[in-house]
């Protein structure tokens, strides 16, 4: 039989002719978004010089999470060029296929030994390490109990795993125990940011770990905003626990973050790497991450181990501009300056933009309605008289909108 096709004059007929747009509640929807002050649009950076020039851009970056300011280091930016140029641009196919270098071999024997872990597994975001690592330690005969202060890709992990999900309040060991106490599931998993990424406040993680160790349950801890920022040498706050390679433990970071690259990575039992790869079909059917995220993670990974004092300099600077800025003292790099208001809130963000101040803007969803924020991180590559302009535009941004 053969095939009839429309004719170019069909083809390129009006789209609208006789027809409705499924697609048109879009309008209201977006419309909507924007007056309760919640839309959003990407800004782009100016760059006027190499990277690390920051003369040339003209912006101090207290918004990004380039904790260690390791992105624009030299040696991390040539070790990401000669992975380019040894490897090719991308990996080119799954992790499974041809997607691993040696590059990606060697990169996860190092991060297992830092964070003193038998093995690790190297994704291609921090999102998809712990989407790809719940799904595959739990499934719809089993129960989660997440923490209320978790990350969006766990809280995405916890549906997609098809489990029964218990959310406790942030930090409540005591609820958590009760979710343990009371279950009769094939298998139970716990998972918690060590710190809380909107506050950059810390999880009690021995505390759930007991908890955890207690009703036979695994315990997950996400430590995207802890590598490099707390624990001995930078190494986290599973470490500082002293509960580095402990059984029952699952530890997932990121190389995008103080690394200053880009990459996931879930760390503990060999076993446990044997699994994800068979399992975790956020790591079976991605590419693999690109070999010049690869290596500039990987030296910027031997920058940190080679100055064990430089997590411990970031403190130094967030707890300077901290009380600078007349806020709580942080546990991380993190400082949360609440405002409340989200329109009042961008208002004062854009303030700080215009005066040369990058700062973050935190609305909801990402935060609870009514604490809208200005998201301030520190990085231990700021001098002291940076961080002082920023504490003053920032402060001066709030008294503007009413939040002081």
């Known amino acids: 039989m053969t095939a009839v096709y429309p004719s170019v004059e069909q083809q390129t007929a009006p789209a609208d002719a006789g027809r409705t747009d499924p697609l048109a509640w879009l309008a209201a929807e977006t419309a909507a978004t924007a007056a309760a002050g919640l839309h959003r649009a990407p800004i782009a950076r100016r760059c006027d010089g190499p990277a690390g020039d920051r003369s040339q851009q003209g912006l101090v970056d207290v918004a ?25 641009a991308g990996s080119t196919s799954s992790r499974l296929v041809v997607g691993t270098t040696q590059a990606h071999l060697d990169f996860e024997d190092a991060l297992a030994d ?28 089993d129960l989660i109990v997440s923490d209320g202060g978790s990350h969006a890709s766990l809280i995405d992990g916890c549906r997609l795993s098809r489990a029964q999900v218990v959310v406790v309040p942030r930090g409540d060991v005591q609820a958590v125990r009760a979710a343990l106490a009371g279950h009769a599931r094939r298998r139970a998993l716990v998972v918690t940011d060590s710190i809380y990424s909107i506050d950059g406040r810390c999880a009690p993680i ?16 996400d430590e995207a905003h802890a590598l490099g920022v707390r624990g001995p040498g930078g190494r986290g706050v599973v470490a500082e626990a002293g509960l580095s390679g402990a059984p029952g433990l699952v530890v997932t970071t990121v190389a995008s973050k103080s690394l200053g690259a880009q990459g996931g990575i879930v760390a503990g039992p060999a076993l446990l790497r044997e699994h994800l790869i068979d399992r975790a079909r956020s790591f079976i059917f991605d590419t693999g991450l690109n070999p010049a995220a690869v290596g500039a993670a990987h030296r910027a990974l ?33 400082v949360s300056l609440i405002v409340g208001d989200p ?24 935060v609870p309605a009514g604490t809208s924020r200005l998201r301030v991180t520190v990085r231990a590559d700021l001098s002291a008289a940076e961080l002082t302009r920023v504490a003053e535009v920032v402060d001066t941004a709030l008294r503007r909108v009413g939040a002081r």
Not at 129 to 139: E, F, K, P, W
Not at 206 to 221: H, N, R, S
Not at 316 to 329: I, M, T, W
Request: charged share 15%; hydrophobic share 50%; net charge negative.
């Open 302 to 334: 031997e920058i940190l181990r080679a100055d064990p004092g430089l997590p411990q300099r970031l403190r130094a600077s967030a707890d300077l501009f901290a009380r600078a800025a007349g806020a709580e003292v942080s546990e991380s790099a993190v």
């Open 343 to 366: 329109a009042a809130a961008v208002a004062a963000a854009q303030y700080c933009r215009d005066r040369g101040i990058l700062v973050g803007c935190f609305r909801p969803p990402s």
């Open 64 to 88: 990004s999470n380039d904790y260690l300011g390791l992105s624009t280091h030299p040696e991390v930016i040539a070790a990401g060029q000669g992975a380019l140029a040894r490897w090719g």
């Open 206 to 221: 021995a505390e759930l770990y007991d908890a955890a160790q207690d009703f036979g349950a695994t315990l997950l801890v």
């Open 114 to 141: 830092f964070l003193g872990t038998p093995a690790a597994l190297l994704f291609s975001s921090g999102y998809l390490a712990n989407v790809g690592a719940i799904t595959a330690l739990a499934g719809s005969e």
